[in-house]
């Protein structure tokens, strides 16, 4: 229902734009969120945009680095990545929550248990 895409193998400092687009979910009318998970540990919140209020958070380690961005127009959400890190290396998996749609609350926002869809993920490697 959701298709991630747009990883790859990048260079420290290098840049990458992943995508996340569905054919069934409006994702305007969602929370959409990127999360990643590398080797051995948590899957963990990277950023999110809210089709309803048009919020967007960023997780610390990525800000100033990572921009999310969504064209309507196509159903497809971005998230431009910049500067990259070898510790940004993981699966990325774009996700949508409904219950964040209407109530996104700040300190819930990366809980991956409240979204309800996932897309398959992508494979992000930094390294030289």
């Known amino acids: 229902q959701l298709q991630a895409s747009g990883g790859g193998l990048v260079q420290p400092g290098g840049s990458l734009t992943l995508s996340c687009t569905s054919s069934e979910i409006n994702l305007s009318e969602s929370n959409l969120a990127w999360f990643r998970q590398a080797p051995g540990k948590k899957r963990e919140g990277v950023s999110c945009?809210?089709?309803?209020?048009?919020?967007?958070d960023y997780a610390d380690p990525v800000k100033g680095r990572f921009t999310i961005s969504e064209d309507k127009s196509k159903n497809t959400v971005y998230l431009l990545m910049s500067n990259l890190e070898p510790e940004d290396t993981a699966v990325y998996y774009c996700?949508?929550?409904?219950?964040?749609?209407?109530?996104?609350?700040?300190?819930?926002?990366?809980?991956?248990?409240?979204?309800?869809?996932w897309g398959q993920g992508t494979q992000v490697t930094v390294s030289s």
């Open positions: 996700a949508t929550s409904v219950i964040l749609y209407y109530s996104p609350i700040r300190t819930q926002i990366f809980t991956p248990d409240l979204y309800d869809r």
């Open positions: 945009i809210n089709g309803r209020d048009g919020s967007i």
